[in-house]
């Protein structure tokens, strides 16, 4: 059986939120490393144009956004909590909030030099300056209202706040974590764990919370090559879709999918499946066949292409 390959950078925050899932699961998995910003020649061979990271792979399926792959892996380690679909609509609300205004809070506020060293350590002189134009690019077609940067600090420590009255126990909805831990977690540790910025340090309960977070480490997983991912692709055939997920009047049609908020790059291909939570897309892809590429359907439009 093919096993959870995820696409992603050490830096990026939703990977985290992820390798945090993985390693709370225990589920194995593949780790192929992506750059920093596109090009990203070969993934963007399985996703067919979506450019955000992570991407998860389970042979020839493709799953963009967290949302799809906190889906896959809530249904490979049995803990429905772990799928946002599944969790209560006050969690919805609040994830929608972290997922997005937050985490680009939390971004502005943790600009520390702790950071801009790991970043001169990691990345080529060069790659930054691409990957500052490529952020700006991204930033001028964004759809969502962003917290201005000289009121970046104020919302994070509200939020801060915020998680600590919620946390009366060990996590944020109760004694257990569900997606809304993974979506709080991965941008505060971008601000005290990547930026070892001190914003968290006056919020015991949530400093206790995150070290609890961190415990769960990142998984048991090995190294892969996106060359090696591809032929994993090929060698596989996408899994079946039921019939009660094949009844949209929009199946076999061409259409195209892109996010709604930032990092708009729409991937094209026939509708093959339309879940409550997902759209699934077939792509044929030369040299791999038919892929499938899951999307989730909040925070995406769908259009005819
Ligand atoms: N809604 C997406 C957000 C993913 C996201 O914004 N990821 C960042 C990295 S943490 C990204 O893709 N940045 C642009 C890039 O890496 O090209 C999800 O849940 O996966």
Not at 84 to 103: G, R, S
Request: hydrophobic residues 40%; contains cysteine; proline residues 6%.
């Amino acid at each position: 059986m093919n096993s959870l390959i995820l696409h992603h950078y050490t830096m990026s925050p939703f990977s985290q939120k992820i390798r945090s899932m993985l390693g709370y699961t225990g589920i194995q998995w593949q780790s192929v490393i992506t750059r920093e910003m596109p090009p990203r020649p070969l993934l963007e061979t399985l996703t067919g144009g979506y450019r955000k990271i992570p991407v998860a792979q389970i042979g020839a399926d493709i799953f963009c956004d967290t949302r799809t792959i906190a889906a896959e892996i809530a249904r490979l380690a049995g803990r429905p909590e772990l799928a946002l679909e599944n969790c209560p609509d006050d969690v919805q609300t609040y994830v929608a909030k972290v997922d997005l205004k937050v985490f680009f809070a939390c971004l502005t506020a943790g600009g520390t030099f702790a950071l801009l060293r790991k970043v001169y350590k990691s990345m080529l002189l060069l790659d930054i300056a691409r990957f500052i134009r490529d952020r700006m690019r991204m930033g001028s077609t964004a759809t969502t209202s962003m917290v201005p940067p000289q009121k970046a600090k104020a919302y994070v420590l509200a939020h801060l706040a915020d998680i600590e009255q919620r946390l009366q126990k060990n996590f944020i909805f109760g004694d257990a974590p569900n997606h809304a831990d993974f979506s709080t977690y991965h941008s505060l540790w971008f601000v005290r764990d990547l930026a070892e910025s001190s914003l968290v340090n006056d919020f015991p309960r949530t400093m206790a919370w995150m070290d609890r977070m961190k415990g769960f480490g990142d998984g048991d997983h090995s190294a892969l090559t996106a060359e090696q991912a591809l032929v994993i692709a090929k060698n596989a055939t996408p899994r079946p879709i039921a019939d009660k997920y094949r009844t949209d009047p929009m199946i076999g049609h061409a259409v195209s999918i892109a996010p709604s908020d930032y990092g708009q790059v729409p991937t094209t291909g026939t509708l093959v499946g339309a879940t409550p939570a997902q759209w699934i897309l077939a792509r044929q892809v030369e040299g791999l066949g038919t892929l499938h590429v899951h999307f989730p359907r909040q925070g995406f439009v769908l259009a005819p292409a």
